[in-house]
């Protein structure tokens, strides 16, 4: 007997042949799927009927840093280096601490899940609170600690031990996918950026950075090295395919050759960008070079959100006007980066980002009966144009049953709240003090 059989589904799986299911049925046994039919259904412990809606893979989160949801709304409207060194930072040197990462980090995974996100790539600080908030919840997070030491000249030696003690300590989970992650060229000395990449070779996981998020940081760092931040690490041999790069948004042609040879994956943040101001994403250009791009949502401190659906439409419309052509990243291709190539920018796509036999049964259960979604012409641009999360019904991580007619079943949400509540009033009794000053 099947531990959890959904039936009478449209399935959408995402693999090699785009195939969409009608009227069939997945089975999951343990964290697998054990198998996908459209006959008579197998006997199950549990039996979803999904009536003709939609089961499609679980969103992949390829950039975040998830216990900044305590920091939604703390310093909007402003660019990237004074939102961050004015405001963001002075905050954190002040509260960040375990509680704060861990309620912080089941706070975003509160948000995710209910929008349908299954995995999501983390980088922040007391990453073992973050990775206990996953494995707590149940979602799959690849997590790493944060590591710079530019201006305080903190030990390189020191940084790659305490990533590296991390990585120790959580390699056998089977939520959690420790990575490294080298905050970027302008927070990290070159010694630490070497270091960091000894740390991710010998243990064989993603090496996560940001890179040329904005114009005044490739100007700022031509200043100080001749060479823009991706030839840098090149000529530093950080570069592989265990690279994931965030942002990515002022590359040159050289640069964009150099992400393509070295087999860079790229994590696009556009909500993040535009908000704050730092650009568009040359996307279409990188596709067209064969590299492989997932979408982020970046922290909630520069987004407001978590939400993948509302990512995945606005991430799809502004290339259209940017590029004044409405044929730049279709639908499909959008549902891909968030799925399957979201998958492959871990690594992970024989595991996670389709809905076939012998892969972890991460699923996502979506009402398409909404009036928003109604008619269906197409099933991708449905869930690219219309969508907004709200029709995710059901989740499932790893085989277990996470979100049930849209409640967080996993762990209690009130709590979450009451402690985040906490936190959060020490912070706006903070910031009302430093503004007095």
């Known amino acids: 007997m099947e531990d959890l059989v959904i039936k009478n589904a449209k399935i959408l799986t995402m693999n090699k042949n785009s195939d969409i299911l009608n009227n069939s049925w997945i089975s999951v046994k343990g964290n697998l799927i054990s198998g996908i039919g459209n006959m008579e259904a197998p006997k199950a412990k549990k039996m979803i009927d999904c009536n003709g809606k939609l089961v499609m893979p679980g969103l992949i989160n390829v950039h975040t840093h998830a216990s900044m949801n305590l920091l939604r709304g703390v310093a909007d409207d402003l660019p990237l280096q004074e939102w961050l060194f004015n405001h963001i930072f002075p905050i954190e040197n002040k509260f960040i601490n375990k509680e704060f990462v861990y309620w912080g980090t089941k706070l975003a995974i509160a948000e995710m899940l209910l929008s349908g996100t299954t995995t999501f790539v983390d980088m922040y600080f ?7 908030a996953c494995e707590d919840s149940g979602i799959r997070g690849i997590i790493s600690w944060a590591a710079l030491n530019l201006p305080t000249k903190e030990n390189p030696d020191k940084i790659a031990k305490k990533s590296e003690d991390f990585i120790n300590k959580w390699k056998k989970s089977s939520l959690v996918i420790p990575a ?17 990449k000894e740390v991710s070779d010998k243990h064989s996981c993603i090496y996560h950075i940001h890179v040329s998020e904005t114009e005044k940081e490739n100007k700022e760092h031509f200043k100080k090295h001749k060479k823009s931040p991706i030839k840098y ?46 650009g568009i994403a040359p996307v279409r250009v990188l596709l067209e070079n064969g590299v492989t791009v997932g979408i982020g949502t970046d922290g909630v401190a520069s987004n407001n959100n978590l939400n993948l659906f509302e990512e995945m ?10 590029e004044m052509d409405a044929t730049v990243l279709p639908a499909k291709k959008i549902v891909e980066m968030a799925t399957i190539d979201g998958a492959k920018c871990l690594g992970l796509e024989k595991e996670i980002g389709s809905i076939e036999k012998g892969k972890k049964a991460d699923l996502i259960v ?20 219309s969508a907004n999360g709200s029709e995710v019904e059901i989740v499932i991580v790893n085989g277990k049953v996470l979100v049930e007619n849209q409640k967080i079943i996993s762990f209690d949400l009130n709590e979450v709240m009451k402690k985040c ?16 000053k």
């Open 421 to 436: 509540r906490d936190i959060v009033e020490k912070i706006r009794k903070f910031k009302e003090a430093s503004s007095q």
């Open 233 to 278: 690490l090149n000529d530093l041999n950080i570069l592989s395919e265990k690279t994931l790069a965030a942002h990515c948004v002022h590359l040159d042609k050289k640069d964009i050759e150099i992400i393509k040879n070295k087999n860079v994956r790229v994590a696009y943040n556009p909500e993040s960008n535009a908000k704050l101001a730092s």
């Open 313 to 322: 439409k606005f991430a799809s419309l502004i290339q259209k006007a940017n």
């Open 126 to 132: 007391e990453k073992n609170e973050a990775a206990r």
């Open 366 to 385: 979506l009402d398409t009966k909404k009036p928003h979604m109604f008619p269906e012409y197409n099933t991708y641009s449905n869930i690219v144009y």
């Open 180 to 196: 490294v992650g080298p905050h970027s060229v302008y927070t990290c000395s070159e010694k630490l950026l070497k270091k960091m």
